[in-house]
């Protein structure tokens, strides 16, 4: 089983539609969450940290929900330029060095 | 402000040829990671760098993969004797602090592709 698990999608969605992707992870004892943005050939870019008490920016809201492991990102209102892929990343605990362990990415179309 | 720069942007070699790739840290930022990422993949830790001092090397898949950071700025990810496996995205990130909750700020990454 991998470290960090997400739906690899596409999901397909009208503008103006709210879609939510969940990502989960395997190390109970992790602390830090974050969702990155990555558009097709390039780099990923930080989206938002996910706290514990959850967190939201704009039309962005992130969740962490430890009992299931599992941390959310939805999107509201979308737009089209909110096509792209959506990367979770953790550190766990007992990584002195802070290195992120990604999911594979859930890929969002948004369309007209 | 200037972000993380990697060169070359795109890197194509024969199997066998050596290769080294370029990752210059936003500046001030202690940490530097390397990652590698497959098409369709996340990225994948390679090895991180607390400046000067490699701290963790564990994501290398083999010993002909080496990094180094000299002056604990610049670094260079250098893999010898290439093999087709090896073609994907190599990724450099730097942060602030050794921090837990320190942002990592990417790179645009090397693409290298192995023939």
């Known amino acids: 089983r991998k470290e960090v698990e997400q739906d690899p999608g596409p999901f397909n969605v009208p503008e103006g539609a709210t879609v939510a992707f969940n990502c989960t992870y395997s190390n109970s004892a992790s602390q830090s969450f974050f969702w990155y943005r990555q558009d097709c050939r390039k780099e990923p870019k930080l989206l938002m940290s996910?706290?514990?008490s959850g967190n939201e920016d704009g039309r962005f809201t992130a969740q962490l929900n430890r009992a299931s492991q599992y941390i959310s990102l939805l999107i509201r209102d979308s737009k089209l330029s909110d096509s792209a892929t959506y990367l979770c990343a953790v550190i766990p605990t007992n990584n002195a060095g802070n290195m992120l362990t990604f999911g594979g990415g859930t890929r969002l179309m948004v369309k007209p | 402000g200037a972000g993380v720069s990697q060169s070359p942007r795109y890197k194509v070699a024969k199997r066998g040829q050596d290769v080294a790739l370029r990752c210059d840290p936003i500046?001030?930022?202690?940490?530097l990671f390397w990652y590698q990422q497959a098409l369709g993949q996340g990225p994948e830790f390679l090895t991180y760098?607390?400046?000067?001092?490699?701290?963790?090397k564990s994501g290398l898949p083999s010993d002909r993969f080496f990094a180094e950071r000299p002056e604990g700025s610049v670094s260079t990810l250098k893999i010898q004797r290439t093999q087709q496996e090896d073609s994907a995205v190599y990724l450099c990130a730097s942060s602030l602090a050794g921090r837990v909750n320190q942002p990592q700020h990417f790179g645009d990454g090397t693409r290298l592709s192995i023939l």
């Open positions: 500046s001030g930022h202690v940490s």
């Open positions: 996910v706290y514990s």
């Open positions: 760098f607390q400046n000067e001092a490699q701290l963790d």
